[in-house]
């Protein structure tokens, strides 16, 4: 064996995230109505496939092993959040506006310095972040070149201003 390190090839992505949902008309309706992904395809009452843009699926749902579940306690292991990366301000501004209005309340929302982000919970307790990247010529750097990330508080009234 050698003494070489793997590297994942850069263009390598995240390409989906697949959750365990306790009821999947549930969360069909919130990642649907509320973010406005697209329903690709439904398997019965046991899977589920959404995505944006018409892409075969960003965001699996299954019943699988959690029909009538319970979140995870906290203090366990899993996921702690799905991010979507959304493709400017405006676009950001008008998700926030979305989950606002269906009622959803934030645990959270930051400026990261490379990044603006808000945070809240799926009907599942399924950790979402929602967030837009700045620039990269516009990321906080230190003389040295490093970047310089952060989680100073975002201001979400003008992030709202922004929306459509």
Known sequence: MTDT???THPETRVGHVHLKVADLDRAISFYRDVLGFELQQKFGTQAAFLSAG???HHIGLNTWDSKNGTPPPRGHTGLFHV???YPDRRALA???RAVLYAGVSLDGAADHGVSEAVYFTDPDGNGIELYRDR????WPRD???TL???NAPLDIEALL????
Do not use: N, R, T
């Open 5 to 7: 390190k793997f590297i």
């Open 54 to 56: 018409g892409y075969h």
């Open 83 to 85: 991010a979507f990366l």
């Open 94 to 96: 008008a998700a926030l």
């Open 135 to 138: 620039d990269p010529q516009d």
């Open 143 to 145: 003389s040295f070149g």
């Open 148 to 150: 310089g990330m952060s």
């Open 161 to 164: 201003a922004e929306a459509e």
